[in-house]
């Protein structure tokens, strides 16, 4: 097992890449734009350099293992990644080959949900924890599920889509395409539809105000809420019953220890948190609910990267399957 490797997180519009050891502790921290536009290739071309280049600084070998977290799920045995929702003609791309192209270093590949599960596991706030389920409350919803100290990917690496866990069979339209997901109530893109629509009404005096002309977003529906504002407060609930209601479903199925909340629609605080344990308690076996505590993460926007360099720490690897 390696014991200081380099993380990749590959982001729609930014790329970040440093060199990690086995305590968590990250250093020659690099990052660049994603040239999302330019194709896959570019894309790749761009990680590598800035892995060699966090290695180099580090004084890691040219060989030093390398984790990457892709915005997409994937296959991780083959690194063919089906598709990617802001990197332009992901589909179905070869990733794994194209990596054996270009580098001698050994790597793995996850979904940046699933890294980010892993970092938690790893070097946060679920360190020891053998059973635990991440959600990272973003524009989207992503995450990842560990149980029993292992990721689980499903048979062909599209396992843990905890944001599409469908909630309301005549719930809304999700992006994904399908009705009723998590996502579609508690997703960034889904507070700020709530909040826009009702910003239309005149209970959206006050979240025009901060507004201010600009687009609403789910910090304005927090900050209104905060403010004793009952609309941004009642938007805020329902998307927290919303996130209790598939905490439970998952406590239900997976028993974890722990739940793990992450991403800037989690860092929303009790507004949304308080009504999801109460919602959680309706929807969750007694003894399933109180094995399992709630905490927001602490890895910040490092948790992918942390989960991603986690992975490169262990075998096989992807170059290991190819060539062993």
């Known amino acids: 097992m390696a014991d200081r490797v380099i993380g990749v997180d590959v982001g729609g519009t930014n790329l970040r890449a440093a060199a990690v050891d086995a305590e968590g502790t990250i250093a020659c921290r690099q990052a660049a734009r994603t040239p ?3 194709g896959p290739d570019a894309v790749v071309d761009a990680l590598l350099t800035l892995a060699n280049r966090a290695g180099a600084e580090a004084g890691l070998p040219p060989d ?9 799920p994937l296959d991780p045995a083959t690194g063919v990644v089906a598709f990617t929702p802001n990197l332009k003609d992901w589909r179905d791309y070869p990733l794994g080959a194209a990596l054996r192209q270009r580098t001698r270093r050994p790597f793995r590949l996850a979904n940046d949900g699933n890294c980010a599960a892993v970092g938690e596991a790893r070097f946060g706030v679920g360190r020891g924890v053998d059973d635990l389920i991440y959600l990272a409350l973003g524009t989207g919803v992503g995450g990842g599920i560990i149980t029993g100290g292992h990721l689980i990917e499903g048979t062909t690496g599209f396992g843990g889509e ?4 469908v909630i309301a069979l005549d719930g809304p339209r999700c992006t994904c395409g399908s009705i009723g997901c998590l996502e579609a109530y508690v ?3 889904a507070i700020a539809r709530d909040a826009s629509l009702v910003a239309t009404t005149a209970d959206g005096m006050a979240l025009l105000r901060l507004a201010a002309g600009r687009p609403i977003t789910p910090a304005i529906v927090a900050t209104a809420a905060r403010d004793g504002d009952p609309a941004a407060g009642a938007i805020l609930d329902r998307a927290g019953r919303a996130l209790g209601a598939a905490l439970g479903a998952f ?8 739940i ?3 991403g800037g629609v989690g860092s929303l605080g009790d ?9 959680m308690a309706n929807h969750a076996f007694p003894e399933n609910r109180t094995a399992a ?8 926007d490092d948790t992918a990267l942390l989960g991603a360099a986690a992975l490169a720490m262990e075998a096989p690897t992807i170059e290991d399957e190819a060539t062993g």
């Open 251 to 258: 406590a239900n199925i997976f028993n974890p220890r722990l």
């Open 36 to 38: 999302a536009d330019a």
């Open 162 to 165: 905890v944001g599409h866990v």
């Open 64 to 72: 030093a293992p390398l984790g990457i977290a892709i915005p997409g």
């Open 187 to 189: 997703g960034g893109w």
């Open 293 to 300: 505590r709630i905490e927001r993460s602490r890895l910040g």
């Open 271 to 279: 507004a949304l948190l308080e009504p999801a344990r109460t919602a």
């Open 260 to 262: 793990v909340i992450g």
